[in-house]
């Protein structure tokens, strides 16, 4: 059986997007509500890994972080300015409803 993908946005995401999940009944945490304000992008991975979450980022050492064969549960990425919070939230509603988290393992979708 295969499961929802639930989503992890770290601190340069707005949180306008993680309000906006939510009320679409999508599973999203947000670097403040797991305290890891100020971590380093290896917490991050770390947590999403073992939560099973995607990664949402304008950060691309994420990116560096996937090349160089470090695991993860997923990433989002969109570079920054690219997308207005709207197309955002639309791409992450459209992965969420089309993608599973086993899929996403290892996976860069770029917003």
């Known amino acids: 059986m295969s499961s929802s993908v639930r989503f992890h946005l770290d601190e340069h995401v707005p949180t306008a997007v993680a309000k906006a999940l939510r009320r679409r009944g999508i599973d999203v945490t947000t670097t403040v509500d797991v305290g890891l304000r100020q971590a380093d992008d290896l917490a991050h991975l ?11 980022t304008h950060d691309a050492d994420f990116l560096r972080h996937h090349a160089q064969g470090i695991e993860h549960s997923g990433i989002a990425y969109c ?30 979708e770029y917003l």
């Open 79 to 108: 570079h920054k300015d690219a997308r207005t919070i709207g197309q955002i939230i639309e791409t992450l509603r459209l992965i969420h409803d089309i993608m599973t988290a086993e899929e996403m393992v290892n996976a860069i």
């Open 46 to 56: 770390k947590f999403a890994a073992k939560e099973g979450r995607v990664i949402v």
